[in-house]
């Protein structure tokens, strides 16, 4: 999870740095959303083994419940 908050911090970075930099802006924007990615991916990633090893571990999973309306 330290990954994601990495990636988040260089996306934002990224993202300030092209407002004060406009001929520089587009390419900027570009690394920064790359850097959304890897977050995103890192995130999956990361549920996708905590699902993993629930199953593993014979945990019944199950779906939210949501609660009824009054």
């Not at 945990?59 to 609660?67: G, K, L, M, Q, S």
Request: with cysteine; aromatic share 10%.
């Amino acid at each position: 999870m330290d990954n994601v908050r990495r990636y988040r911090a260089l996306a934002s970075l990224c993202r300030q740095q092209a407002a004060y930099r406009p001929l520089q802006s587009w390419e900027l924007l570009g690394q920064a959303e790359h850097f959304e990615y890897l977050a995103e991916v890192e995130l999956k990633a990361h549920f996708d083994a905590c699902n993993a090893q629930q199953d593993e571990d014979g945990v019944e999973v199950t779906a939210w419940e949501r609660p009824a309306a009054a």
